[in-house]
């Protein structure tokens, strides 16, 4: 499994990048707004710090098909590395067809079932985004769901890859993991979670002063 980092900041993205461990950036508009900034121009400063898909989202105001095909052209011209990201519903479907058959990537996002899953991935998806913690948070086992687009892709031969989405902590990363996700998109605060083990620091330590035991500082 592959990791993307879930955020539209910029500190946070470029300490992931350092690190090595990802290939990846999701946004969406709630992010996007967090930041407080324009759209265009985060995106552009992301595409210059991550070499890999970044999902852009169309905004949140638009709704039918042809707004987000005029948008989603618009955030596919940002950069090469660009992927279009569209709200799960009749009207995304229509959006996600005709810029899959520009050759345009799009990431299908806001999936709650495995159906919305397949209709997205037959529809040219790329990428479709089950989102993990929103299921979990109405007492529904998110990996669940991950676990069965995931099998019904397998079979069915379906190239779109999975990014688990709404990641709330580090066993949501080994679970998605584990279920067959392709891809987890993790906030940065996740990723520092995931570098941490008690026996870890204890180590360090144990290290440290047995060394300054013998030869001193
Ligand atoms: C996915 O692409 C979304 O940006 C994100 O994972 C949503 O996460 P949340 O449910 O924590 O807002």
Redesign the pocket.
């Known amino acids: 499994m592959k990791f993307f980092v879930?955020t539209a900041n910029i500190e946070d993205i470029k300490k992931a990048n350092d690190m090595g461990v990802i290939c990846g950036v999701?946004?969406?508009p709630?992010?996007i707004a967090k930041e407080g900034r324009d759209f265009n121009e985060v995106i552009r400063q992301i595409t210059s710090i991550v070499d890999g898909p970044i999902?852009g989202e169309v905004k949140a105001t638009i709704t039918d098909a042809k707004g987000m095909i005029e948008e989603g052209c618009e955030i596919a011209a940002i950069h090469p590395n660009m992927v279009v990201?569209i709200p799960m519903t009749a009207e995304g479907l229509k959006a996600c067809n005709v810029l899959s058959s520009k050759g345009i990537k799009v990431?299908v996002?806001l999936i709650f079932s495995a159906n919305q899953a397949l209709l997205a991935a037959r529809a040219g998806a790329a990428f479709v985004?089950p989102?993990l913690?929103?299921l979990d948070d109405i007492s529904v086992r998110g990996v669940g769901l991950i676990k069965e687009i995931s099998k019904i892709f397998k079979e069915a031969g379906l190239e779109t890859k999975i990014?688990a989405?709404?990641?709330?902590n580090p066993i949501h990363v080994t679970d998605c993991a584990l279920a067959g996700a392709d891809i987890a998109?993790v906030?940065y605060k996740v990723i520092e979670q995931m570098t941490r083990h008690p026996l870890t620091d204890a180590g360090i330590e144990k290290f440290k002063d047995d060394y300054r035991a013998v030869f001193g500082e």
């Open positions: 879930d999701t946004t969406n709630s992010l999902s990201k990431n996002t985004s989102f913690g929103r990014i989405a709404s990641i709330r998109t906030p």
